[in-house]
C-alpha cells in the first residue's frame, strides 16, 4: 500500500472512531450527564428548603423564649403604669422618696383626675392620680427628692412646684415645699 493511501485510510478509521466517540457521548453520557445535573438541581433545592426551615425553626425558638417572660415584662409594665388607680403605691413611693432624702412630710392628699379617653381602640384610657404634697428639708435633699422622682418605676411628672422659706424662733431657716405629682394608670 502506498503511504497516501495509508494515509487516507487512517484518516477515516480516526474519522470513524470521532464518529463512535461522539455517538457514545450522545447516547450514554449524555443521558448521565442529564440525570446528575437533575439530581444536583434537586439536592440544592432541598438544601436550600433545609436552611430555611432551621432558620423559622430558630425564630420559632427565639419567640417561644420571648413570650416565656413574657409575664416578666408584663408585671414590669404594671409597675410604670399600673392596670387600676392604686392611691396606696403613689403615697407609699413619695413617702418613701421624701423620706430617703431627708424631707419631712407634712401633708399628703390625693385626688383622682378625669380620665383621658384614648385615641386608639387598641390602647386602654389613661387615668390620673393627683397627689399635693408638703415638704420641708434641705434645698439638696429636695433637689434628690425631685431627681428620684424623674427616675423613679412608676410614671410620675411634677406640674406644680412652690418654695417657700421657714424660720422658728431660735431655728436655722428651712425651705418649705408645695409639690402637686401627677400619676398615671390604666383605666378599663
Known sequence: MRPSSKRIMFILLSLALLLGA?????SLIRDAYDSVAALRSELISKTDSLNRTQETLTRVQSLLNSLQNAPEVQKRAELILPNS???GYLASQVIGLAKINGLGLESLSTQIAPIQPSKSNIVRNV???KAESR???????FK???????DNILLLDVSDLRV???QAKGEAPTLNYAVSITSYYQAE
Open 135 to 141: 415638704l420641708g428639708g434641705s434645698y439638696s435633699g
Open 22 to 26: 461522539a455517538f457514545v457521548y450522545s
Open 144 to 150: 434628690a427628692f425631685l431627681r428620684q422622682l424623674e
Open 127 to 129: 387615668g390620673r392620680l
Open 85 to 87: 388607680k392604686d392611691i
Open 164 to 166: 417657700e422659706s421657714y
